[in-house]
């Protein structure tokens, strides 16, 4: 039911912004993705979208608990990665936590060892965390705690953004399939 909500929403914003750059005089430009940041490294370290200018930038927004999204995400990135071989190296992909409450540095630090150690995560404040999301248009909500549990789940849109090194969007991703087809889609995007 969760995921068949968040198809639904995926869908709605890939026709919204298709729709945006099909009308005349319009183009993906004129529907704003991306920006600024200001989050911080699992080292605590100032992180802006200015720390990873020169590269290309492939940027996912998830969260640690999550059930299937974002790891499979984050596999397919790692098996891109691998099969881009040297042409990765122009790639800095980033993991932001939409939930920073709970996604602790140490949690996301053991939570990455498992996917390619090329992936840098993110975290911020709830309200760094909002900002962050409102740039890249990244739909997330937080679901009540289910009875008798202590838990809460995050309902999120699961798109990768590709932005170009000089920090302007280049292009909505969607991982469905295996890291070499998504490398397949980099590959000649990433020059």
Not at 51 to 57: E, H, L
């Amino acid at each position: 039911m969760e995921r068949s909500r968040q198809r639904r929403r995926q869908l709605i914003l890939a026709c919204t912004l298709s729709l945006a750059a099909g009308l005349p005089g319009r183009s993906f430009a004129a529907v704003p993705i991306g920006g600024r940041f200001a989050l911080r490294t699992l080292d605590d370290q100032p992180a802006t979208e200015q720390s990873f200018a020169g590269q290309w930038k492939l940027i996912y927004f998830g969260f640690t608990r999550c059930p299937d999204a974002c790891p499979t995400m984050l596999n397919q990135i790692s098996g891109a990665l691998k099969a881009l071989g040297p042409q990765a190296e122009r790639i800095q992909p980033l993991f932001i936590t939409i939930d920073p409450e709970r996604d602790t540095a140490d949690q996301l630090r053991a939570y990455l060892k498992h996917f390619d150690p090329r992936i840098v995560a993110l975290r911020g404040s709830k309200a760094q965390t909002d900002a962050a999301a409102n740039a890249y248009r990244v739909y997330f909500k937080t679901l009540p705690h289910t009875p008798g549990g202590e838990d809460y789940g995050i309902d999120h849109s699961s798109f990768l953004f590709l932005i170009k090194p000089d920090g302007s969007f280049a292009r909505l991703l969607q991982a469905e399939g295996t890291g070499h087809q998504l490398a397949d889609q980099l590959r000649p995007l990433v020059q």
